[in-house]
Nanobody, 114 residues
Framework: VQLQAYGGGLVQAGESLRLSCAVS????????MGWYRQAPGKQRELVAI???????NYADSVKGRFTISRDNAKITVSLQMNSLKPEDTAVYYC?????????WGQGTLVTVSS
């Protein structure tokens, strides 16, 4: 199983980016798919997660600005990030939760300049 994330880059504050993550291989009992991030010198934190039924959960810091979505047929998860702030700068990791373990992507860097 591999998770390939893409879409990161350098943007200015107030701009938007869209991250996407594609899963290759079979994950038994796939349910939640999500995004975490890790800023320099900080712990990894949950950004957003969506379960198979479409129920979502967001970190307070991104509510109203970020939107997570998934395509169950294509096994992809996306994160639309609007009104980006410098504090959103981090490496973003996609995840996929199976019945026995959670899989992680390799990370994609998002840099927001002020």
């Amino acid at each position: 199983v591999q998770l390939q994330a893409y879409g990161g880059g350098l943007v200015q504050a107030g701009e938007s980016l869209r991250l996407s993550c594609a899963v290759s291989g079979t994950i038994f009992g796939l349910n939640g798919m999500g995004w975490y991030r890790q800023a320099p010198g900080k712990q990894r934190e949950l950004v957003a997660i969506i379960n198979r039924s479409g129920t979502t959960n967001y970190a307070d810091s991104v509510k109203g600005r970020f939107t997570i979505s998934r395509d169950n047929a294509k096994i992809t998860v996306s994160l639309q990030m609007n009104s980006l702030k410098p504090e959103d700068t981090a490496v973003y990791y996609c995840t996929a939760e199976g019945q026995f373990r959670t899989y992680w992507g390799q990370g994609t860097l998002v840099t927001v300049s002020s």
